[in-house]
Structures are given as structure tokens and as C-alpha cells.
């Protein structure tokens, strides 16, 4: 039996354009490639997010742009790493009990696609 709930609260976003790409495991692979390409191909630098379990799916989808059809495009990339603190929140089923919050670190990749 559960005696509180738990809700993971977004990570922060601070400054996000419309040339930040955030991956996820839930957004289809091909959605994220046609926007990294759409963007691209407008001239516009491409900066591709991941946290946590979606770090290979980002790391994915910039090699996957930058090598098309078995050839390296022309296309310069850089890799960043951070942490990212998360806050977890937890909410009492009973009022007898108080509500908490738990913060905790995840790994992070920011990978800059340009021409």
C-alpha cells in the first residue's frame, strides 16, 4: 500500500530557442531528425538536448545527421556535458503526513550542429 505519490517536476529550461532540440524517449525518432534537418537546411545551428536515458538518442540523432547514406556531411558538431539538478516531489495520501521533495543529479548532453 502507497502513502504518498510521486511526481517528477521538468527540468529547467532557461533560454530555450526554436533551434533547441529536446530529445526524449517518447518523441518519434523520425519527428526529431525532420526538424534537426528542416532547421538545417534553413542555415539555422541546431542544438540537440538530452538527460538521463535519452542521452543515446540524442547522441544518435546527431550522428545520424551527420552521416546520411553511408557519407559524412559537412557539418561541424560539438559536445558539451552537464548535470542537471531534478526535483522530485512527494505528496502524503494522509494528512498526517507532510510533503517532501527530493533533488537529484542526472548526467546531460548538448550537442551544436553547424555548418
Avoid: W
Amino acid at each position: 500500500m502507497s502513502f504518498l505519490t510521486h511526481r517528477c517536476l521538468a527540468p529547467c529550461r532557461d533560454n530555450a530557442t526554436d533551434s533547441d532540440i529536446y530529445v526524449t524517449r517518447s518523441t518519434p525518432f523520425i519527428a526529431l531528425f525532420n526538424r534537426a534537418s528542416q532547421l538545417l537546411d534553413q542555415g539555422t545551428p541546431v542544438t540537440i538536448h538530452g538527460l538521463g536515458a535519452s542521452i543515446n538518442r540524442a547522441i544518435r540523432l546527431s550522428l545520424k545527421k551527420y552521416v546520411q547514406d553511408g557519407e559524412i556531411k559537412k557539418l561541424n558538431l560539438s559536445t558539451n556535458t552537464s548535470t542537471v539538478e531534478l526535483v522530485d516531489e512527494y505528496h502524503p495520501l494522509s494528512e498526517s503526513l507532510a510533503p517532501g521533495a527530493h533533488v537529484r543529479c542526472n548526467s546531460a548532453v548538448h550537442i551544436r550542429i553547424y555548418r
